[in-house]
Each structure stands twice: as structure tokens, then as C-alpha cells.
């Protein structure tokens, strides 16, 4: 069974983010563990894989 899940993403460098919803505007992401980290923090061991930076 699929879910409808909601991605809310306020990195507005990236190009998927919709800045003015603050969601990522892509049918899905990659989630990526960080290099050298492993402390048990999500915020230090996990990224998007999927972030393409946008040339304003």
C-alpha cells in the first residue's frame, strides 16, 4: 500500500524547494548518511541525496 507523504523542506538553495510552500517539489528523495558520522543524532548522519543547488 502507498502512502501519500509530504517531503517539507526549507533549504532554499535547493531547486526542488518551493519556497513559498516549503515543500520539495520532487516525486521522491534519497536520504544518504553523512561521511564519518555515526553518533546517533539524525541530524548529524542523515542528508538529502537528492539536493541539486539553484543557480539564482
Do not use: H, P, R, W
Request: proline share 0%.
Amino acid at each position: 500500500m502507498e502512502k501519500n507523504q509530504k517531503i517539507y523542506c526549507n533549504v532554499n538553495s535547493c531547486t526542488y524547494n518551493n519556497e513559498n510552500k516549503q515543500v520539495c517539489e520532487l516525486e521522491e528523495i534519497k536520504v544518504c548518511a553523512c561521511t564519518n558520522c555515526n553518533n546517533g543524532k539524525a541530524e548529524d548522519e542523515s542528508m538529502c541525496g537528492s539536493y541539486k543547488y539553484k543557480n539564482q
